[in-house]
């Protein structure tokens, strides 16, 4: 991957064209993505791993008439990751869309 072009037509593989704009737009007036000279830079940004998610169960069940839902069941730990004290559930919609499947909606669980 070399510049935006690139990383843009690879999200496109994976993302609805909404979800690929908001994506490469994060980060408002400092880009976390961008172009400088014909390369591409991603500023660095990181955060920890949430510690209160565990073990992630995933299912894929149809939804609508032309697509699937991928559902994600995440452990919700508690003192220190060794108590699960609940579930949570994630449900990411993937969709038949101008030739492809893409997923168009999609959030980070942990």
């Known amino acids: 991957m070399e510049n935006l072009a690139d990383l843009r037509a ?3 593989g994976l993302f609805s064209e909404e979800l690929v704009d908001a994506l490469l ?3 408002g007036a400092h880009p976390l993505y961008q172009d400088v000279d014909g390369a591409l830079y991603v500023l660095p940004t990181s955060r920890e791993r949430d510690e209160s998610k565990g073990q992630a169960d995933i299912q894929i069940k149809p939804y609508g008439q032309a697509g699937y839902s991928v559902i994600v069941e995440v452990d ?3 003192d220190g990751g060794s108590t699960v004290t609940g579930v949570e559930s994630y449900a990411f919609p993937y969709e038949f869309l101008e030739d492809r499947w893409v997923f168009t909606d999609f959030h980070l669980i942990y």
């Open 25 to 27: 737009a994060s980060g």
């Open 76 to 78: 919700l730990l508690a």
């Open 10 to 12: 690879y999200l496109r």
